[in-house]
């Protein structure tokens, strides 16, 4: 890859992303409306002394889960349009390689991720009274590589959709069944056998179970390092997927 060809291909992209008013209020306004939900949602359940409450316990990892589901979706989308508008072959005339392409995507959402990660996170911490043993900074560490994993998921669905319509039909079969299985709604040991492997399987498991460690440890643990390697692993796998089934533009 070239430096300064992707340093200029993910200045591109924010700069588009920043004259999309809805995608920015997508980004920003909706992860806080769903967290305000889902604060008032438990809100009157009762907390057992010494363990976190159901809102502790959900919030977290809805932190990380919102960048996963907004970046997949709006990625896959750009990326297809870009695509059947003809701006993608046009740019892959030029010096830009895929590669160059579809990391500088990685980049830009991931910064795009951080932002809202550190939003929803300063909303959760401070008007919903968050507790997590751990740091806030970790939290939105996980939340932004689980956006870069959503982009790089994105733009490998996007390969095989023609149609936005096509591209959004991923997201059921690749968010909902990590959201199933990642242990948000039944602890994954007290899952069936085949169950427990198909979760093992899914990268959304190891975001999850990183953002659990930061909720019950105050110091980093190795489990939560070895998730977070695990998460960033699959993205860049994801993404050099992604340029070698990129095609310059939709039949």
Not at 19 to 33: F, K, N, W
Not at 188 to 209: C, F, H, I, N
Request: charged share 10%; with cysteine.
């Amino acid at each position: 890859m070239n430096s300064r060809i992707l340093v200029a291909t993910v200045g591109r992209i924010l700069r588009q992303l920043r004259h999309d008013r809805r995608t920015v209020a997508l980004l920003v306004v909706v992860p806080t409306v769903l967290l305000t939900l889902v604060y008032y949602m438990y809100a009157d359940q009762p907390r057992v002394p010494g363990t976190p409450s159901a809102f502790d316990r959900i919030a977290l990892v809805m932190l990380g889960f919102f960048p996963f589901i907004i970046m997949f979706l709006v990625t896959s989308i750009a990326m297809l349009r870009e695509r059947t508008s003809g701006t993608l072959e046009r740019l892959l005339t030029t010096p830009l390689a895929k590669a160059d392409l579809l990391f500088g995507y990685g980049i830009a959402f991931g910064l795009a991720g951080a932002v809202q990660a550190t939003i929803a996170s300063a909303v959760a911490y401070w008007v919903f009274g968050l507790h997590t043993a751990g740091s806030s900074g970790l939290v939105i560490m996980i939340a932004a590589l689980n956006a870069v994993l959503a982009v790089a998921l994105g733009l490998l669905c996007s390969a095989f959709a023609r149609t936005e319509f096509q591209a959004v039909q991923f997201m059921p079969v690749v968010v909902a069944p990590q959201l199933l299985l990642c242990g948000l709604f039944v602890p994954r040991e007290q899952m069936a056998g085949w169950l427990q492997a198909v979760s093992d399987a899914l990268p959304l498991t190891y975001a999850v179970e990183a953002l659990q460690e930061v909720g019950a440890h105050a110091e980093p643990t190795a489990t939560m390092w070895r998730d977070v390697a695990v998460v960033a692993a699959v993205a860049v796998l994801a993404l050099l997927l992604a340029a070698a089934t990129l095609r310059r533009r939709s039949s």
